[in-house]
């Protein structure tokens, strides 16, 4: 598929591991299995002549293994706001049809994409802050909170630099103080990894 798009904006990805997510280094997942979400909030975007600003994207995950053994199931979520235009935009865009080495690696290790839901979600997104908090009625919650200094209690910012990165280059790790899964995938994994970052992805990959 031949089309321009672009989609800049807030990311966030919570998953079963222990914080320091181990697929950015190429490591094991810590319980051998990864489940969890991502999600988006798309600040400024288009699909050739269709524009996506403003609107949120979201996925819950699970696989039951190392990412690169495959075997992955997906359920994508689109904003209830979208029109049909924009859902099938950004469905294409998840689907790793519409290129982008991030979103094709994803395409390629899952086996199953289960029916794409349109609901509204809630998303809120601090980076400052560490905070970030994204909700789906009845499917989906998690909240990112700081990481805590055990001495001082103070706020503990790590900042992971990936000058090669394909998902993001610089996210800042927090911890899931909510990860869970409600819907057609299930999960519940508290005190887990958080990551968040402001990322800027185009049908070429990911943009600095």
């Given at each position: 598929?031949?089309?321009q798009w672009?989609?800049?904006g807030?990311?966030i990805?919570?998953c079963?591991?222990?914080?320091?997510?181990?697929c950015?280094?190429?490591s094991?997942?810590t319980h051998?299995?990864?489940?969890g979400?991502?999600?988006?909030?798309i600040?400024?975007?288009y699909?050739d002549?269709?524009r996506?600003?403003?609107l949120?994207?979201?996925a819950?995950?699970h696989?039951?293994?190392p990412?690169?053994e495959?075997?992955g199931t997906?359920q994508p979520?689109?904003?209830d706001?979208?029109?049909?235009a924009?859902?099938n935009?950004?469905?294409?865009?998840l689907s790793?049809?519409?290129?982008?080495a991030?979103f094709?690696?994803?395409a390629?290790?899952v086996?199953?994409?289960?029916?794409?839901?349109?609901?509204p979600?809630e998303?809120?997104?601090?980076?400052?802050?560490?905070?970030?908090?994204?909700?789906?009625?009845?499917?989906?919650e998690?909240i990112t909170?700081p990481?805590?200094?055990?001495?001082t209690g103070?706020t503990h910012?790590?900042?992971v630099n990936?000058p090669?990165g394909m998902e993001?280059?610089?996210?800042?790790?927090?911890m899931?103080?909510v990860l869970r899964g409600?819907g057609e995938i299930?999960?519940?994994?508290?005190?887990a990894?958080?990551?968040?970052?402001l990322v800027?992805h185009?049908?070429?990959g990911?943009?600095?």
């Amino acid at each position: 598929m031949s089309v321009q798009w672009q989609m800049k904006g807030e990311y966030i990805k919570n998953c079963s591991c222990a914080p320091g997510c181990p697929c950015d280094f190429w490591s094991p997942p810590t319980h051998h299995k990864c489940e969890g979400m991502i999600g988006m909030r798309i600040r400024e975007g288009y699909f050739d002549s269709t524009r996506l600003d403003g609107l949120i994207w979201a996925a819950t995950y699970h696989w039951p293994g190392p990412l690169h053994e495959g075997n992955g199931t997906l359920q994508p979520f689109v904003s209830d706001k979208a029109t049909e235009a924009q859902r099938n935009a950004l469905l294409t865009i998840l689907s790793g049809k519409a290129g982008n080495a991030w979103f094709e690696v994803v395409a390629s290790v899952v086996s199953k994409v289960l029916t794409p839901q349109f609901e509204p979600i809630e998303f809120e997104f601090d980076l400052a802050k560490l905070h970030a908090r994204v909700r789906i009625p009845g499917v989906l919650e998690t909240i990112t909170e700081p990481i805590t200094n055990l001495v001082t209690g103070e706020t503990h910012r790590i900042l992971v630099n990936m000058p090669n990165g394909m998902e993001y280059f610089q996210p800042e790790t927090a911890m899931s103080k909510v990860l869970r899964g409600t819907g057609e995938i299930r999960f519940d994994c508290p005190g887990a990894h958080s990551s968040l970052a402001l990322v800027h992805h185009t049908h070429k990959g990911l943009q600095a």
